[in-house]
């Protein structure tokens, strides 16, 4: 079973809005999990976007502030990212990241978001 699995990427619109959905195993998810987002735009390095600590806390990437929202459903394994008010530099892979409590790392195979002007 593949350990994280992301979707919702796509095509949109700037302004425009997409959620992105990142399903864990449950052999490796737990409530004190650390899940966060990740991108990686063409020829750049990968870069923090946002992540949501087990009591609900969260951080953002500046960049992103205002605009992105994490959010997480512990009853179904799956963390959330909202991107509203998109712009074409938003355009990435992104990619969902999993940090258990023994503080071993997993990552999804990305997913691509393109941002049209």
């Known amino acids: 079973q593949v350990p994280l699995v992301e979707s919702g990427g796509g095509l949109v619109q700037a302004g425009g809005s997409l959620r992105l959905s990142c399903v864990a195993s449950g052999r490796i998810f737990s409530v004190n999990a650390i899940v966060g987002w990740y991108r990686q735009a063409p020829g750049k390095q990968r870069e923090f976007v946002a992540r949501i600590i087990g009591s609900g806390s969260t951080n953002y990437a500046d960049s992103v502030k205002g605009r992105f929202t994490i959010s997480r459903d512990n009853g179904k394994n799956t963390v959330y990212l909202q991107m509203n008010s998109l712009k074409p530099e938003d355009t990435a892979v992104y990619y969902c990241?999993?940090?258990?409590?023994?503080?071993?790392?997993?990552w999804g195979q990305g997913t691509p978001v393109t941002v049209s002007s």
């Open positions: 990241n999993l940090a258990t409590t023994l503080g071993t790392n997993y």
